[in-house]
């Protein structure tokens, strides 16, 4: 296993690692201090520098992001953290909000020195009410420091965090549906042009980023760009957390640089396949990329060697199938998922899911005929890159690539005309000692 | 007479889809509920109260158990804008509840993570054991089962969520009898609690 000093998850298995004071005794807040002395364009500088690209799943180098907001614009400015955290098998931010929320409002403050901004609302999934209340608490502790709030640390620089709580909605993870949500609409993506660094939330230049993608700022401004470029492959650096779930031995959230292959991660982190069964498909960055074979487990699960392999990194939520699992079964349990939360804006996504779903449903009910799977071909090249948000290249990655890969199921399903065995329904959890 | 041609999609083509919460009984805030609904408008710039629709509809929820149309009356009043405004956000959203719901809604997760872990048994033996459909309340009022989609901690599969923010983990479908029980018997405190943090601790185990 290559060794890795974890950066972010340092101290999340320690007691009280979320409280203020445990924060301050571990070096926390001296980056913010070191921040609010410099200025702006010093800060995005260094964020340049580092190569710190977005952890939400684009991989947009967040630098640049800020350098997009318009300094003469005479509008308040806003920065809205995305801890919307819905993409299937994704479950990083999590532990960070859970377990070191100190690290993120530091991240919070140096975001707002950067971009001009007073406010930040953390969007928080409605699911994570738990979390909301700590984290809320936690902002009222750091505001009575000193550490948040108006003139912080005598710098004159503000900044009140607030959390926005959401109530299930999948596509509020997009930048601009997060700020439709937050307008206190339906999470709805909006057309791009204008970006929201120059038109985001109440008409305002705004940043929307993920928390893992700001809990690498204070890191980066503490210890230099030039630390954290030196970590892992080029172009693709710094800590990265990678959550491992399905068919493993211990699934979970872990801490490594980007030069790890898929194999590492799988066997060497998550302890293998439970039974020591061997993989039949990997889905490397949450479900809304596309699955790959095992062939590919020496591949680097980096933002660029996955795409060289026709997949993406995406939340690098890597959701493992062992040879038991029936593809069929598993893109019609994600379809369920796309219909479910498309959002309805966009026609090509909203109908198109739908007869996906249908289509699906048939097959697996032992009623589908051949031409079936290149009418769902069909209706997917009827669907991808003719959607505003990203979510229709999406809902149509899983079809594609089981059928790409597991065409002889989806055949085997239709010739014999059976339904998918009430047996397969998957037996005790892994984690359940 | 139409100018459309005859459509052959029978009765109900032109039907709408739309689906109104139940009326309810007339509601408006405690005075409490009031106070901490403009405490979070207060997070927002005075002219955009509706930012707090989310949190005003939580309020309401809290208070009365669901979303009656009377609810969205009053929060639209509350916050300045229209009924409308209001039932396009509640119908998009799925943690509130237009109808009564039980006294635990248990919210099954059923994407993938969850479902490799044998989610579909879950509901399954929850369904079978309470004798209703997922989305039924059972009949004693004690028990409502929703299938959710991914609640982002797979690593902890199949993950049931309670009441939309309590969390049960590593739920084994054989267990499901003696877990209802215990939930009927002892309440919240018989769950394991989200992720690192057991309910009713602070620490990881």
Request: net charge neutral; hydrophobic share 25%; glycine share 16%.
């Given at each position: 296993m290559a060794q890795f000093e974890p950066v972010?998850?340092?101290?999340?298995?320690?007691?009280?690692?979320?409280t203020l004071d445990f924060h301050v005794q571990h070096g926390g807040y001296e980056a913010m201090r070191k921040a609010v002395a410099m200025t702006p364009d010093a800060i995005i500088d260094e964020l340049k520098k580092s190569g710190l690209r977005g952890?939400?799943?684009?991989?947009?180098p967040t630098g640049m992001k800020w350098g997009?907001?318009?300094?003469?614009?005479?509008k308040p400015k806003y920065l809205l953290i995305?801890?919307?955290?819905?993409?299937?098998?994704?479950?990083?931010d999590h532990v960070l909000l859970e377990r070191n929320p100190h690290l993120l409002f530091e991240g919070c403050v140096i975001g707002c020195r950067a971009i001009g901004a007073k406010v930040c609302y953390i969007?928080?999934?409605?699911?994570f009410y738990h979390m909301q209340r700590q984290l809320e608490a936690e902002i009222a502790k750091a505001r009575a420091a000193g550490?948040?709030?108006?003139n912080i640390l005598g710098s004159g620089q503000d900044c009140e965090i607030y959390v926005h709580r959401g109530a299930g909605?999948?596509?509020?993870?997009e930048e601009t549906a997060l700020i439709e949500s937050l307008e206190g609409k339906r999470a709805q993506p909006r057309i791009k042009p204008p970006f929201p660094a120059v038109v985001?939330?109440?008409g305002c230049p705004t940043v929307v980023n993920n928390v893992e993608t700001v809990c690498n700022v204070p890191p980066i401004i503490e210890r230099g760009a030039a630390w954290f470029a030196a970590i892992g492959p080029e172009k693709n650096q710094g800590p990265k957390l990678f959550c491992v779930s399905g068919h493993v031995k211990r699934p979970g959230t872990y801490e490594a640089?980007?030069?790890?292959t898929l194999r590492e991660l799988i066997y060497d982190y998550a302890g293998g396949i439970r039974n020591d069964r061997k993989i039949?498909?990997?889905?490397?960055?949450?479900?809304?990329v596309n699955v790959i074979l095992?062939?590919?487990?020496?591949?680097?699960?980096s933002f660029d060697a996955l795409v060289a392999a026709g997949t993406m990194l995406g939340s690098a939520a890597c959701i493992v199938m062992d040879e038991t699992t029936d593809m069929v079964w598993a893109a019609k349990n994600l379809i369920h998922f796309y219909k479910h939360e498309?959002?309805?804006?966009c026609t090509p996504c909203r109908e198109g899911v739908d007869w996906l779903y249908k289509i699906l449903d048939k097959i697996s009910r032992g009623d589908?005929?051949?031409r079936d799977i290149d009418l769902l071909l069909n209706v997917c090249n009827n669907i991808g890159g003719k959607t505003l948000c990203p979510f229709g290249d999406a809902e149509i990655a899983p079809v594609v690539s089981t059928i790409q890969h597991f065409r002889h199921e989806y055949e085997a399903y239709i010739k014999q005309g059976i339904a998918t065995p009430a047996d397969y329904r998957s037996a005790s959890p892994a984690g359940a000692h | 007479m139409s100018f459309h041609p005859r459509m052959p999609y029978g009765e109900g083509w032109h039907k709408s889809d739309r689906q109104l919460p139940e009326e309810g009984p007339p509601f408006a805030y405690s005075d409490e509920n009031r106070r901490r609904f403009e405490d979070i408008a207060a997070?927002?710039?005075?002219?955009?109260?509706?930012?707090a629709i989310l949190a005003a509809l939580y309020i309401a929820q809290e208070q009365q158990g669901y979303v009656s149309r009377h609810v969205i009356r009053h929060v639209a009043q509350v916050i300045g804008c229209t009924p409308a405004d209001v039932e396009d956000v509640v119908t998009y959203y799925?943690?509130?509840?237009t109808k009564p719901v039980g006294t635990y809604v248990l919210q099954v997760c059923r994407t993938l993570s969850c479902a490799l872990n044998g989610a579909e048994r879950v509901t399954d033996e929850i369904c079978k054991h309470l004798h209703v459909r997922p989305g039924e309340t059972d009949a004693t009022g004690t028990f409502t089962v929703q299938e959710f989609e991914c609640l982002g901690a797979c690593d902890r599969a199949p993950v049931v969520m309670i009441n939309n923010e309590h969390w049960q983990e590593h739920q084994r479908p054989e267990d499901i009898p003696r877990f209802l029980e215990d939930l009927r018997r002892r309440?919240?405190?018989a769950l394991s609690g989200c992720h690192l943090v057991p309910a009713g601790e602070r620490e990881p185990r």
């Open positions: 972010l998850t340092r101290y999340v298995k320690e007691p009280g690692s979320y952890r939400g799943g684009a991989g947009f997009f907001v318009p300094k003469d614009n005479p995305n801890a919307d955290e819905s993409e299937p098998g994704t479950f990083k969007y928080i999934r409605g699911e550490y948040l709030g108006p909605a999948y596509e509020a993870g985001g939330l109440y640089h980007m030069g790890i039949k498909a990997i889905i490397p960055g949450g479900s809304s095992p062939d590919k487990l020496d591949t680097q699960a498309s959002c309805g804006k589908g005929e051949m | 997070h927002y710039p005075p002219e955009q109260r509706k930012s799925v943690m509130f509840f309440g919240l405190s």
